[in-house]
């Protein structure tokens, strides 16, 4: 019988989850995704999780409850650094002993550390271990390992066309493209791709502002070499690695395209995001033409209040580009 692997769709599901379903499916495993949020997730997590953890992390702690008796192994690897320059969050280096020590009964993790300032290898060992942990031969181990760096290759390849991480999967699955939707204004979203792409944590903001005939772009759409040649003007590169990525694609937006507004949707209670949302406050005023808007979601954010923020900074940006015309 094929070994089941979970997988929580949260965090960074988001951008990684084709590889690292390619690499198991690979292997012969059976990965188990743990499906999209629910009220009752967030809620699981909001028990389960630290009271002061940041609302991604109580979510992540609820999708991993939904696993639970339901796999063989949980995929929680640890993730570091992936550019030799920057950090993820202390809460990411920590995730599998939090998650370990958070419950009682709880399938083996399959906690692999991914560092690369240890070597450029460190990725294709990372894997290796992965894939020992289910008992594989290295050689299929170093076939899936390539297959799922094609894939990828590809998922990057689409969203750097325009479409967002879900709208990529989707075409990875069935090959089939989306109807893309062009909008009276175009808009950049900024923020973690674990908020911004989670369409309940999120309240649905990308839906909601396509159907307000919104055209989004957001960091995940940018070139990776463009976006490194941003935030030249400070001394030295943030610490945190979504943090600084998400101040680079703010400047990018803001010196090479041409965009309406630009919305920065953050998490009460991230450290990080105090000091970046700052940052993106300071940019856009500077460049003045922009309008700029900040949303701060936790566990008790409703829709209603998301939706009239939403609405009022739309039909003000309608208002200004009218004038402007």
Known sequence: ???????????????????????????GAQVIPSGNTTREMLDLGVKEALA?????????????????????????????????????????????????????KIPPLIDVRIDVREGWNALSKAYRQAGLVLGAARGAI????????????RFFSLLQEGWQPLEAM????????PRKQKGRLVFAVLGYPYLVHDQYISVGLLGRLKKMGVEVITMENLPPRALYRQN?????????????????????????????????????GCGPDSLVGKFLEMA??????????????????????IATRLEAFVDMVCRKKEVCL
Not at 142 to 153: I, T
Request: some cysteine; charged content about 20%; glycine content about 6%.
């Open 142 to 153: 170093a076939l899936a390992y390539r297959k799922a760096m094609a894939v990828e290759r």
């Open 170 to 177: 989707q075409i990875l699955n069935t090959a089939i493209l």
């Open 52 to 104: 002061d953890a940041c609302v991604p992390i109580k979510l992540y702690f609820g999708h991993v409850q939904v696993l639970i008796g339901r796999v063989d192994y949980l995929f929680i690897p640890r993730v570091v650094c992936l550019n030799r320059e920057t950090t993820y969050c202390p809460k990411f280096l920590g995730l599998p002993d939090m998650i370990r020590h958070s419950f009682k």
């Open 1 to 27: 019988m094929a070994a089941r692997v979970g997988i929580p769709c949260s965090l960074l599901y988001f951008l990684y989850y084709p590889t690292w379903k390619t690499f198991f499916n690979e292997l």
């Open 232 to 268: 030249d003007h400070l001394e030295k590169r943030l610490f945190w690695t979504l943090g600084d990525l998400v101040l680079r694609a703010a400047h990018y937006f803001l010196r090479h395209t041409r965009i309406d507004g630009m919305i920065h949707l953050t998490a009460f």
């Open 284 to 305: 856009a005023h500077e460049q003045q033409t922009v309008p700029f808007m900040s949303l701060s979601i936790d566990e008790h954010s409703g829709e209603a209040g």
